[in-house]
């Protein structure tokens, strides 16, 4: 029986990559993997090819490419990556370009990776957190939830997935521990007590796959995921015993961190005032239960720091 295909966007990306490992990892399921990617020569994209996907290259920016490398797909997954140009203008063209891609080549499902527009909660003249950019809060959240309402418009068939904070960003994004003057080694996550709701990015793509798997059940719906709502003092009691040496949580205040100077200090300082100012909802919407449900593999913070903690580079 011929195999429904799932183009995954960003495949060689964290979410993307997951989604194409697992797919490729069930080799008596339903799907066949086409992976999109901007360079298909890249030592990830040689890789993917040699593990079994199809490789095509596409601009996410390009509708027309996009139309083409979603043709004859029974589903795509469709994700951008804001940390690459930092323009909520370019986020959002790409966002258009595959909804209306999808809707050209007639994808019957497709499973749009988003957060939430924070504008609902905190509107831009709410003082108690800067406006950035004259329109956002925070701008990698507001642009891709502001996408939700356009997937559906298209009338393509989509599921809207809420995701969570990468623990892989301790590796590849410089929030792991760091030494203090006293050498202690630091943890910082400006949450205070309140949880953040953490996933480790493969299993995102895991997730992903659980959504296609079950049909349409999630069709018209948003669901959000996570692998445990973890507080900063619990995440740094986790790096203690993974890295044999003690790590302290350190709560940054949101101005201190808005004003550390690295590109995006801003957005991502908005970004932990929304996740403490509103934990409740944030959290509400992304149940560790629902998670296990579509992906049995689900990783809890110490799985992932059993198989990453060596990797985490302590500066």
Known sequence: MT????????????????????ILADPTGEFAVRAITRDPDSPKARALAAA???VVAADIADQAAVARAF????????????WNHFSPDQERAE????ADAARQAGVRHVVWSTLEDTRRWVKLDDTR???????YKVPHFDVKGEADDYFRGTGVPTTCLLTSFYWDNLIHF????KAGPDGKLYFALPMGARPLPGIAADDIGRCAHGIFKRGNEFVGRTVGIAGEH???????????????????HQDVPFDVYRGLGFPGAEDLGNMFQFNHDFSADFCRARSVEFTRSINPQLQSFAD???????????T
Do not use: D, N
């Not at 195999?3 to 697992?22: D, N, P």
């Not at 004859?72 to 990556?81: M, S």
């Open 3 to 22: 195999k429904k295909i799932i183009a995954v966007a960003g495949a060689t990306g964290a979410q993307g990559g997951g989604l194409v490992r697992s």
């Open 52 to 54: 079994g996907a199809e």
């Open 71 to 82: 043709a004859g797909a029974h589903g795509a997954y469709c994700v951008t990556f804001f």
């Open 95 to 98: 966002a258009h370009a595959m």
């Open 129 to 135: 957190m800067p406006t950035l950019m004259g329109r």
């Open 174 to 177: 410089g929030m792991g521990p």
């Open 230 to 248: 973890l507080t900063g003092a619990q995440m740094a009691a986790g790096l203690t015993r993974a890295l044999g040496r003690e790590v302290l």
């Open 304 to 314: 992932w720091l059993a198989a990453h903690a060596r990797e985490i580079p302590i």
